[in-house]
């Protein structure tokens, strides 16, 4: 864009076209614009907020605004632009039924306050490049879609890495229970990734063991008690004896399924429908069982029973009162995290939560004893609350404040920040979530005693 600039602006400084070529008429306010988009397509709309939420703003298209005395309107990008200030206020939506709908879609996580616009002059500079932009081809020198094989051919292009990683998160949403599975799932993430991803790209291995992909998408096409066996299996073998070259031609993974020919599921067993994992399934948790079929109006039945909102979220259910100031807007600001969508930067707040809470008690409490290590820290407080390790909602902050215990244990949480090998797990993420919040309210209370 010969002659423009570039600028990082504030959402609530830009103001939405009043001529914008999608209105039948001008405009007056940009409450009025947004009521104008969502008139026309308000699915749409929701749709783009939705993505905003999950995935943020589309780096590779930029907002194109021009200088209009005190205002900075958008010329390219209303759409984006509108979604975002309705996200920050969903009152700018014209109706209530609107109104609580991006409420419910702005809680999901954190939309952007700032967007990089392209500054231009004049619409007349900018204006070759918008109609590029929205009339088609133009001969090739505008937007080229690409073609149904096309399309086919990038859906599909996913390697078998990203499968393999993909796969190992569903196999531990499926078996959350099974702690020496995990382990195992753990082990393949961090060091065997890749010979894992050679195994499953292979489409036999897929058929045998019951899985396919759609997407981001995984379908088991057995019951979770009959794939267990297998995934015990295979997930143990690879995190130990399995190499590389123990399954670099198809006939030497041919040979492992025959070695493991007793415990593969049974074709009899197969469900009439698979049943689907989605790292992005939007508000229904991360596993999604069998499709509800439709019903004669294309109404659903009634769907599974939602994750209950704790879960969704680190330390959902947890409200500090008597630690300072920054600790209590240090957890709230982590309690909007969504465990499911960003489970690396929840991993990380887990021990940040939990370091930063123990560390103010100390502090205000004039701890000196056992303050050198984490889990100094934290046994000061469970020897404080819960001397006689009587109190069973603090077992597993017992048990997971050890430096080994398992997968959970504090080595597990010091990976989670400083080891660029570990890939948490959603469920390990809950798990500890879970466990550590009756310790930061016990760690409250113990606060507001000392006070009175």
């Given at each position: 864009?010969?002659?423009?600039?570039?600028?990082?602006?504030?959402?609530?400084?830009?103001?939405?076209?009043?001529?914008?070529?999608?209105?039948?008429?001008?405009?007056?306010?940009?409450?009025?614009?947004?009521?104008?988009?969502?008139?026309?397509?308000p699915?749409?709309?929701?749709?783009?907020?939705?993505?905003?939420?999950?995935?943020?703003?589309?780096?590779?298209?930029l907002?194109?605004?021009?200088?209009?005395?005190?205002?900075?309107?958008?010329?390219?990008?209303?759409?984006?632009?509108?979604?975002?200030?309705?996200?920050?206020?969903?009152?700018?939506?014209?109706?209530?039924?609107?109104?609580?709908?991006?409420?419910?879609?702005?809680?999901?996580g954190q939309?952007?306050?700032?967007?990089t616009?392209?500054?231009?002059?004049?619409?007349?500079?900018?204006?070759?490049?918008?109609?590029?932009?929205?009339?088609?081809?133009?001969?090739?020198?505008?937007?080229?879609?690409?073609?149904?094989?096309?399309?086919?051919?990038?859906?599909?292009?996913s390697?078998?890495?990203?499968?393999?990683?993909l796969?190992?998160?569903?196999?531990?949403?499926?078996?959350?229970?099974?702690?020496?599975?995990?382990?195992?799932?753990?082990?393949?993430?961090?060091?065997?990734?890749?010979?894992?991803g050679?195994?499953?790209?292979?489409?036999?291995?897929?058929?045998?063991?019951?899985?396919?992909?759609?997407?981001?998408?995984?379908?088991?096409?057995?019951?979770?008690?009959?794939?267990?066996?297998?995934?015990?299996?295979?997930?143990?073998?690879?995190?130990?004896?399995?190499?590389?070259?123990?399954?670099?031609?198809?006939?030497?993974?041919?040979?492992?399924?025959?070695?493991?020919?007793?415990?593969?599921?049974?074709?009899?067993?197969?469900?009439?429908?698979?049943?689907?994992?989605?790292?992005?399934?939007?508000?229904?948790?991360?596993t999604?069982?069998?499709?509800?079929?439709k019903?004669?109006?294309?109404?659903?039945?009634?769907?599974?029973r939602?994750?209950?909102?704790?879960?969704?979220?680190?330390?959902?259910?947890?409200?500090?009162?008597?630690?300072?100031?920054?600790?209590?807007?240090?957890?709230?600001?982590?309690?909007?995290?969504?465990?499911?969508?960003?489970?690396?930067?929840?991993?990380?707040?887990?021990?940040?939560?939990?370091?930063?809470?123990?560390?103010?008690v100390?502090a205000?409490?004039?701890?000196?004893?056992?303050?050198?290590?984490?889990?100094?820290?934290?046994?000061?407080?469970?020897?404080?609350?819960?001397?006689?390790?009587?109190?069973?909602?603090?077992?597993?902050?017992?048990?997971?404040?050890?430096e080994?215990d398992?997968?959970l244990?504090?080595?597990?949480?010091?990976?989670?920040?400083?080891?660029?090998?570990?890939?948490?797990?959603?469920?390990?993420?809950?798990?500890?979530?879970?466990?550590?919040s009756?310790?930061?309210?016990?760690?409250?209370?113990?606060l507001?005693k000392?006070?009175?």
């Amino acid at each position: 864009m010969s002659g423009m600039k570039q600028a990082s602006m504030h959402v609530a400084s830009l103001t939405l076209d009043d001529n914008n070529p999608r209105h039948a008429k001008q405009t007056a306010s940009d409450a009025e614009s947004i009521a104008a988009l969502l008139e026309k397509s308000p699915e749409k709309l929701l749709r783009l907020a939705r993505d905003i939420i999950q995935h943020g703003i589309n780096p590779t298209e930029l907002v194109v605004i021009m200088l209009d005395g005190e205002r900075n309107v958008v010329l390219e990008g209303n759409r984006r632009v509108a979604a975002l200030k309705l996200l920050h206020d969903p009152k700018l939506a014209p109706t209530e039924r609107l109104q609580r709908q991006i409420a419910a879609i702005a809680k999901r996580g954190q939309s952007p306050r700032r967007v990089t616009c392209i500054v231009a002059e004049s619409r007349l500079q900018a204006e070759h490049w918008i109609k590029l932009r929205h009339t088609g081809e133009n001969g090739g020198v505008g937007v080229v879609r690409w073609s149904t094989s096309e399309a086919s051919r990038f859906g599909g292009r996913s390697t078998p890495t990203e499968k393999a990683r993909l796969f190992t998160e569903a196999a531990s949403d499926w078996f959350p229970e099974d702690l020496e599975l995990l382990k195992n799932i753990q082990t393949v993430r961090d060091g065997r990734i890749t010979t894992f991803g050679r195994m499953i790209a292979d489409p036999t291995v897929r058929n045998r063991l019951g899985i396919s992909f759609d997407g981001d998408v995984v379908l088991r096409n057995y019951p979770r008690e009959k794939i267990h066996p297998i995934l015990t299996r295979l997930f143990a073998d690879f995190a130990d004896t399995v190499s590389v070259d123990d399954i670099k031609t198809k006939r030497d993974r041919e040979k492992y399924l025959e070695k493991v020919e007793g415990i593969l599921p049974k074709l009899a067993d197969r469900l009439d429908e698979p049943e689907k994992y989605s790292k992005f399934p939007g508000s229904e948790g991360v596993t999604q069982e069998k499709e509800k079929e439709k019903g004669a109006e294309g109404e659903s039945k009634k769907p599974r029973r939602k994750r209950p909102d704790f879960e969704k979220r680190l330390f959902q259910s947890v409200t500090l009162a008597h630690v300072s100031l920054r600790t209590s807007e240090v957890l709230e600001e982590a309690k909007r995290l969504s465990i499911d969508e960003m489970p690396n930067v929840a991993a990380i707040m887990v021990r940040t939560v939990v370091d930063v809470v123990a560390t103010d008690v100390a502090a205000q409490l004039g701890w000196k004893r056992n303050q050198d290590t984490l889990k100094g820290r934290i046994s000061a407080i469970l020897n404080q609350v819960d001397p006689g390790k009587t109190d069973l909602s603090l077992s597993d902050a017992w048990r997971f404040s050890q430096e080994h215990d398992g997968t959970l244990g504090l080595k597990t949480l010091h990976s989670f920040v400083h080891s660029w090998k570990s890939h948490p797990l959603t469920v390990e993420v809950r798990k500890l979530s879970l466990a550590y919040s009756p310790l930061l309210l016990k760690a409250d209370e113990l606060l507001a005693k000392n006070k009175r």
